[in-house]
């Protein structure tokens, strides 16, 4: 494309501007502007011996790399126009790092000052990111009830109340981390399946994601089905089905952002129709494998939602002509030094006997 000679007196523009003018949608004003709209992308090889068609939803293409921009964009507009957020004040958050890394974004765009409390759990990769993206961090032990005055929920809580022109996001009790969704991710998936769609399967952190996805799909369909994944370790499947908050279901285990130790007020459990629960080490083989098979690099509760998908099909929930699209959530970059470690792996014991002869491609030369 070449630029017109008006181009030079100033007065014109460039044909280049012209035609970005043309396609207006191309060109953005800043990294928000791409915030969702994020690809609905066939999987064909993972899960081919099931019937049904299987799509992911693919969050990695937002700008922050994960679904959390949604909500971190959302919220805090939504902050901005009820007149709670001004120019200069402080961001504070709980995170297991992509909504940090989602909110320190939108802080520098915004001109926003940001606090985030961590768990220790969180890779040092993701820490790392935050530091970059200009955020203060706080790593809190991850081993701590959420009432604990360690646990990152008490520290951010507390960082809140003593600190003037602050606004705590608390994603886990924030009606608006699921009204981000049932505004975006809902109708996003109806368009692109053209209201095809049969089942809907996600993760549950903080439950935004699922919850308000399925309320706008629910609203279209009362007959899509919702369903959760969950990890072992986690209250959330046990809650969904029996309405208790059993102790005896938390302990530790290894997947970032999925399941939980309390109860979220942003898991809308009467739109989930159940919950699946994955282990720590089939997600990790499966995240690999999605790499491997679909070309995806996607995060570790990407393999655990596929996970799920395995294990639903095994039981034949899906049937011939069922569209299931899945949610994955963020991208592998994060998970280097974790699930897509050999080294990690083969710490975690995660490289039996089963699984070890894939493990390795490697061939040192000396
Ligand atoms: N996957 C990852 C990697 C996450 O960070 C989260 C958020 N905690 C989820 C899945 C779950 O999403 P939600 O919080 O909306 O339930």
Request: proline share 3%.
């Amino acid at each position: 494309m070449s630029r017109s000679n008006s181009y030079f007196n100033g007065i014109e523009q460039t044909d280049i501007q012209r035609a970005f003018m043309k396609h207006r949608h191309q060109v953005f004003d800043n990294v928000l502007d791409l915030v969702g709209k994020t690809p609905l992308i066939k999987i064909n090889k993972i899960a081919s011996k099931y019937k049904g068609n299987f799509y992911a939803k693919v969050e990695s293409f937002n700008p922050g790399q994960s679904s959390k921009d949604r909500i971190a964009l959302y919220i805090i507009e939504q902050a901005e126009k009820e007149g709670i957020l001004k120019p200069g004040d402080t961001i504070i958050e709980t995170t297991s790092g992509n909504t940090g890394f989602s909110i320190a974004m939108v802080s520098i765009i915004k001109g926003y000052d940001c606090i985030l409390a961590v768990s220790s759990k969180s890779s040092a990769d993701k820490i790392d990111m935050l530091k970059t993206m200009g955020a203060k961090v706080y790593v809190c032990p991850a081993h701590v009830s959420a009432d604990d005055p360690r646990s990152y929920y008490q520290v951010a809580k507390r960082l809140h109340e003593d600190m003037k022109g602050s606004v705590y996001i608390n994603q886990y009790f924030n009606q608006l981390n699921i009204d981000a969704h049932y505004a975006s991710t809902g109708p996003e998936i109806w368009k692109q399946t053209e209201g095809k769609i049969t089942h809907l399967v996600a993760c549950s952190g903080t439950g935004g994601t699922i919850s308000g996805t399925a309320k706008y799909l629910k609203e279209q369909n009362p007959n899509i089905k919702i369903i959760g994944v969950d990890a072992f370790g986690s209250v959330l499947k046990k809650y969904h089905e029996t309405r208790e908050f059993d102790e005896k279901e938390i302990y530790p285990y290894r997947i970032e952002g999925l399941g939980k130790n309390l109860i979220p007020a942003a898991t809308d459990f009467d739109v989930i129709d159940k919950f699946v629960k994955v282990t720590d080490e089939d997600s990790a083989h499966m995240a690999r494998a999605i790499a491997k098979t679909e070309g995806l690099f996607v995060g570790y509760t990407s393999g655990a939602a596929m996970q799920a998908i395995i294990q639903l099909g095994d039981d034949n929930e899906f049937g011939e002509n069922d569209n299931i699209v899945i949610i994955f959530p963020d991208h592998g970059s994060r998970y280097m030094s974790k699930v897509y470690s050999d080294k990690w792996m083969n710490e975690q014991g995660f490289f039996d006997s089963v699984h070890e002869a894939s493990a390795q491609k490697i061939q040192y030369i000396k």
